[in-house]
Each structure stands twice: as structure tokens, then as C-alpha cells.
């Protein structure tokens, strides 16, 4: 059996009806887990359940609904009998704009699913299965956790205590279950559409590997750290954002094309 093989393990991933959250549940369940998928509706939770190759469950749970989080994860345990992997990956940036003109129900929003949201489902499939039996946590925070960044404010101050989060788990929650986090750059999903619709080449020219990112370069990182590969690893954080936090190398390209242009032209 490789390190990356979860057969026989059951993972959740909440806010997986599309996305990063369907990627990974793919990734996952291509290693052999078996994988619940969480969206605020059943319908869609279905939907992309069938997407998946492998044991796949949809489960609709409002990320922050304390009640179908219980009945998810102890569904969960019912069905599948563990929890061994549980992906943090629904989030949501409603409040757009300077921090000086936030009101506090995006505020409170924000915070609520992207901070409580992980908390609290940790804490049920700790207190449900891994807490006993061991397991792996990964959160999806962002760079923008990393960064400061005009109009994402209130987002990427969710992302920075999530990773905050990520690390204080990883201590209180040692050894038995590592907490790791994903923090990606753009990716070519719903939520971040408006930083890449109809600026998709320009923006990834950008980054240092030339390209804006897939679900999959998520995924494949969540699978990475879901499992026994990354079995010394905890409270890391591994960003994923095609060299992004590199800063903006247009110019070092245009610089290298024109030098290039000039070595071959004399
Ligand atoms: N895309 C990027 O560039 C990027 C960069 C850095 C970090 N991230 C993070 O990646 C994660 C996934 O986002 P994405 O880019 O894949 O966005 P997406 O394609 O819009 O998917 C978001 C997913 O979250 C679910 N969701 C939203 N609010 C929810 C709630 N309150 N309860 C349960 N599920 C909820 C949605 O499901 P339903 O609508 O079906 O409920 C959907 O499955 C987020 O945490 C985001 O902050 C994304």
C-alpha cells in the first residue's frame, strides 16, 4: 500500500458541490476513500456526488447549521463507519469593498462561514470518531490569508485566523490528528470569478507559472495532505497559487523575452 492510498477511509468535504470542494472530493476518492459531499442543497450535493468515481454521499448541511453538521457526521460514522479526513473547504466572501464601509451582517457572515464553520465541524468529527481513532483535518484558507490585498479586507482576515486556526488545532489536537491548511491563489471557480473573468491571460501571465489555477491544483494538494505522505506534517500551511506570492513577474518575462530576443538577434 502507498502512502497515498485511503481505501477503506472515509472523508467529508463540506461545500463541495462544485469547485475546489468537488476536485478534492475527486482526488480523494480516486485514492479509494469513500467521500461525502456537503452543500446547502441536497439536489446539488447529488449531483456532484454522482460526478465522482467511488463511494460517493451528498449531504445537504448549511456549513454553520449546527444540527445537519451533527447529523452529517454522525451519518457519516453510520454509514461508512469512521471519519478519517474531514476538508474545510466551504467559504464565502459577501462583503467586497474598503473595511471602513463593511456592515456587520457581511461581517458576521464572513466570519461565521469561514472561521466558525471549521471549527465546528472539527470539533464534531473530532468528538464523533478521531478523536479516539485518529485522522486528518485540512482547511482551505487562501494567500490572501497571507497578503494584504484592496477590497478583500474582511475575506482574507477570515483566511489569516483560519490559518491561525489551523495551526492552534494542529497543537491542541496532537498526535492523534494532523491539522494542515491549502492556501490557494486564483482559481478557476465561482467564487473568485470576478478576479478572473475576461482577464484570464493577462492575470495568469502574472504568476510566475504562467497560468491561473485548475480545481485539480487544489485538489491534488488536499489529497497530499489527507494522507499518510504527509504523515510528519502538521499545522503547515501549503500554498498553491502557481508562484503568485512571488509577486508579479510580467516584467522579469518581458525582460527575459526581450533579452532573449536580443541574445538570438545579435
Ligand atoms: N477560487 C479561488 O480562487 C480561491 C482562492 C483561495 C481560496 N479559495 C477557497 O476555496 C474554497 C472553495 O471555494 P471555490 O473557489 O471552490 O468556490 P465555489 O466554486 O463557488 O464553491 C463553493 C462551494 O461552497 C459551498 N458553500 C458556499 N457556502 C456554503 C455554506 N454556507 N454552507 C455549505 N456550503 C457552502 C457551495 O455549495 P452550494 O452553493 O451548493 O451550497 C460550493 O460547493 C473556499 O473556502 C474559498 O474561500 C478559493
Redesign the pocket.
Known sequence: MNGRDLSGRTAVI????????LAAAQRLAEAGANVVL????QD?ADAAAAQVRGNALGVA????DEEAARRCVDSTVERFGSIDVLVN?????PAHGPLIDQDHARFAKTVD??LWGPLLWTSLAVKAWMGEHGGAVVN?A?V?GMAVEADLGVYNATKAALIHLTRQLALELSPGVRVNAVA????R????EG?WSGNEERLGAAFALGRIGE?DDIGAAVAFLASDTASWITGETLVADGGALLGDTTDRKTRTNRSGRRAADG
Open positions: 463540506t461545500g463541495a458541490s462544485r469547485g475546489i470542494g456537503t452543500s446547502r442543497k446539488a448541511a448549511h456549513v454553520t473547504n466551504a467559504g464565502t466572501n462561514v469561514n482551505v487562501s490572501g490557494p491563489g486564483v482559481v471557480t465561482r467564487l473568485a478576479l480545481p
